[in-house]
């Protein structure tokens, strides 16, 4: 079962990118989906999840620049990124947990964001 991560490339500084996460339909009863990210040298971090609910949190270091969406009909997730920092520079994973077969987790491969200063 394979996440699809897209989005990511190079941007200017104070530029916008949005990556799109879509789990296939052979996963079910999604409840987090999340961003992750990972710069070189460190460790992943988060940096933004939604429930399906549409309950959110943010890494403070995001806070109203990044903003998370999600199509529960659809299984997306969505991350809007403005104002783009160089240090927003990673590889952006999507994960997902699920509760249709126990508790389910999955990782997408990662998109490379790349901010230029």
């Known amino acids: 079962v394979q996440l699809q991560a897209s989005g990511g490339g190079l941007v200017q500084a104070g530029g916008s990118l949005r990556l799109t996460c879509t789990a296939p339909g052979s996963i079910f009863r999604i409840d987090e989906m999340s961003w992750y990210r990972q710069a070189p040298g460190k460790q992943r971090e988060l940096v933004a999840g939604?429930?399906?609910?549409?309950?959110?949190n943010y890494a403070d270091s995001v806070k109203g620049r990044f903003t998370i969406s999600r199509d529960n009909n659809k299984n997306t997730a969505l991350l809007q990124m403005a104002s783009l920092r160089p240090e927003d520079t990673a590889v952006y994973y999507c994960y997902v947990k699920s509760y249709d077969f126990g508790v389910r987790q999955f990782w997408g491969r990662g998109t490379l964001v790349t901010v230029s200063s």
């Open positions: 939604i429930t399906r609910g549409g309950n959110t």
